[in-house]
């Protein structure tokens, strides 16, 4: 890229990297998609000082924590398996953080995980792993 491409980019807002433009690219794609599926929208990237939720759901009477993993291959590994012991854990501790703001309700709680897939630059799958993984422990709710 030239220099004038560069200050095209930056005066048109779009200086942010390649990553984070895929990832916001797979959290609105994830969001529609769950949305289609008589999920209720809550809240994007809530974020407490342990850490950050990508999206929060209700379903029935339920609260979906949503991570969203978005890739542009598969090559190596499916893109759920970033979602690591420790990503578990930090999520654990966001969710409950998240659950005292609101005054720690008596509703369910899952984890779920979309994967996102891109080709070109546009997405080209999405799946919905519903309940992944349980709250790490020791943390509780409930």
Same mark, same amino acid.
Request: positive net charge; proline residues 4%.
């Given at each position: 890229?030239?220099?004038?491409?560069?200050?095209?980019?930056?005066?048109?807002?779009?200086?942010?990297?390649?990553?984070?433009?895929?990832?916001?690219?797979?959290?609105?794609?994830?969001?529609?998609?769950?949305?289609?599926?008589?999920?209720?929208?809550?809240?994007?990237?809530?974020?407490?000082?342990?850490?950050?939720?990508?999206?929060?759901?209700?379903?029935?009477?339920?609260?979906?924590?949503?991570?969203?993993?978005?890739?542009?291959?598969?090559?190596?590994?499916?893109?759920?398996?970033?979602?690591?012991?420790?990503?578990?854990?930090?999520?654990?501790?966001?969710? &409950?953080?998240?659950?005292?703001? &609101?005054?720690?309700?008596?509703?369910?709680?899952?984890?779920?995980?979309?994967?996102?897939?891109?080709?070109?630059?546009?997405?080209?799958?999405?799946?919905?792993?519903?309940?992944?993984?349980?709250?790490?422990?020791?943390?509780?709710?409930?």
């Amino acid at each position: 890229m030239n220099l004038l491409e560069t200050f095209k980019k930056r005066f048109a807002g779009d200086d942010k990297p390649e990553h984070l433009r895929r990832g916001e690219l797979g959290e609105h794609a994830a969001k529609k998609h769950l949305q289609r599926q008589g999920l209720k929208f809550l809240t994007a990237n809530f974020r407490s000082k342990r850490g950050e939720i990508d999206l929060v759901f209700r379903d029935d009477d339920c609260l979906a924590f949503v991570e969203v993993k978005t890739r542009s291959s598969e090559d190596w590994t499916r893109p759920a398996a970033a979602v690591d012991a420790r990503k578990r854990r930090l999520l654990s501790q966001t969710a &409950l953080d998240y659950l005292r703001l &609101l005054k720690n309700p008596q509703v369910k709680i899952r984890f779920d995980i979309v994967e996102v897939l891109l080709a070109d630059g546009r997405v080209c799958e999405i799946r919905h792993l519903p309940n992944t993984f349980p709250m790490e422990k020791p943390y509780r709710y409930g």
